[in-house]
């Protein structure tokens, strides 16, 4: 065996002194150990007990100090824990006349990241050591990793990217200012967010694709004609007054061009004039109090739809947005069943109103909370008010006791007259009878209807009338 290599400049790696079958009668050892570390990047000669006899590196890295340093130690004690079994695997195929598979095997430097190398294990003779070539994978290793950090910043990249979409696309779709998202080249309507589509007065699937200019009478089209010129040649165009069609009244018209990835495209922002209140303007400060109001208060029509909400009442159903209740049923949010919320609005009906109602508000996400509803009905007006204060903190009846909806009832003695009451109690009877017979029976319905006492199609009547089971199912015989 030669002398371990010392690197001036760019020395000639030396070569393990082993002739290869290959080059029998043509290359002496030193000539096919020349040949194998001009090859390979690293080679090692591994005598039968595992120990590393002569090293060669080609090139700077890992450098010839470091790779000097494992000659004398077993192959097994220069590489990292998890590729041991890889290098006994490779001295235990070795054959004489034939090169093993590739294997990655990782060597710990002290100075930086492992190195990895690419081996593959041949003999010179069947009795002779085991010559290890490998290839230096560290410069691949470092590609992948500028790859995988520049896939990471891509995929950041895009987070933020959608995180901005939906920022944009919740203010569009939430700003109570009327926009409308137009071609600059063909003026057809691409967007529009609900307030442009309450404010035009058609739905939003119905506007798409439609022409702008349609949108407004016939002497202001041609004034927005002007506008979308002006915006081409220009880039920038005046707010324009005009009257929208179908006598919506006037508005202010506002007009930005932007560039998006393929088309140009316009937004135009409508603006309706405020609606002015007579008098000192008492109505609107109402309105503001109302809003600012720590009670919950709603205004509902007189099929029991919310026309208006404010912010507490918003919090105590866990909704984000007016607009999310807006046209919503007020019993989905109030009372623990469907027999409370009728109660409430058949003493309303009869009374027009109603003081100190205990019941409960059931939030979005499956909150509860106790509250005390107190409602009002306008005369002629058709609507509805409901204010809604926290209530006394009571505690769940026990096992056995009568059930939340029976006590609400008992608590109506002295606010409700004794024939509401009766007919409400009576209903919330017949329905608990009803549900347990079902459940009693397994939804057996003719031996519920037997149980009760009933004939099958009064039964089904009576199911109707409370939404108890399955009315869509097989019937059982």
Request: glycine letters at 8%; proline letters at 6%; one cysteine or more.
């Amino acid at each position: 065996m030669s002398a371990p290599v010392s690197a001036p400049a760019r020395p000639v790696p030396r070569a393990p002194h082993v002739a290869l079958p290959i080059t029998a009668g043509l290359l002496d050892g030193a000539a096919a150990g020349l040949v194998v570390a001009a090859v390979t990047d690293l080679s090692l000669v591994i005598d039968p007990d595992g120990v590393i006899r002569e090293v060669s590196a080609g090139g700077e890295d890992p450098g010839p100090d470091t790779v000097a340093a494992w000659r004398g130690r077993p192959l097994s004690d220069t590489v990292t824990v998890e590729s041991r079994p890889k290098v006994e695997a490779l001295l235990r195929e070795a054959r004489a006349g034939a090169l093993t598979r590739w294997r990655q095997v990782n060597h710990p430097c002290p100075e930086g990241p492992d190195l990895p190398v690419r081996y593959a294990a041949l003999r010179a003779k069947a009795d002779g050591p085991v010559i290890l070539v490998g290839r230096n994978l560290r410069a691949v290793a470092a590609l992948q990793r500028r790859l995988a950090e520049a896939q990471q910043a891509m995929e950041r990249d895009y987070d933020r990217l959608r995180a901005a979409e939906t920022r944009y696309r919740l203010l569009f779709q939430l700003s109570g200012e009327a926009v409308l998202v137009v071609d600059a080249g063909t003026r057809r309507i691409t967007e529009v967010n609900p307030a442009a589509s309450r404010l035009l007065g058609r739905a939003a699937k119905r506007l798409a694709g439609q022409d702008v200019v349609d949108l407004f009478e016939d002497r202001s089209a041609r004034d927005l004609e002007v506008l979308f010129t002006t915006l081409r040649v220009s880039g920038e165009a005046p707010d324009l007054e005009a009257r929208l069609a179908h006598n919506r009244g006037p508005a202010t018209v506002s007009a930005s061009l932007f560039r998006g990835e393929t088309s140009t495209s316009v937004l135009l922002r409508l603006a309706a004039p405020a609606a002015r209140e007579e008098g000192s303007g008492l109505s609107a400060h109402a309105a503001e109090l109302l809003r600012a109001l720590p009670e919950g208060f709603v205004v509902a029509d007189s099929g029991r739809r919310v026309l208006a909400a404010n912010a507490a009442f918003l919090e105590r159903v866990q909704l984000a947005t007016e607009e999310q209740a807006r046209g919503q049923p007020l019993e989905r949010w109030l009372g623990h069943d469907e027999t409370e919320a009728q109660a409430l609005f058949a003493t309303l009906r009869e009374h027009g109103s109603v003081r100190r109602f205990s019941t409960v508000l059931r939030g979005q996400y499956g909150s509860v909370e106790d509250v005390e509803v107190a409602a009002v009905a306008v005369p002629g007006q058709g609507c509805l008010g409901f204010s809604f204060r926290a209530g006394p903190r009571r505690a769940v009846p026990a096992s056995g006791s009568l059930p939340r909806s029976v006590e609400q009832m008992t608590e109506l003695v002295g606010r409700v007259s004794m024939k509401t009451l009766v007919r409400e109690t009576t209903d919330l009877i017949e329905k608990l009878c009803i549900e347990a017979a079902l459940r009693i029976t397994r939804d057996n319905r003719a031996s519920a209807a037997e149980m009760l006492g009933l004939s099958r199609q009064g039964l089904y009547a009576k199911m109707r009338r409370y939404g108890v089971g399955d009315l869509d199912g097989p019937d059982e015989a």
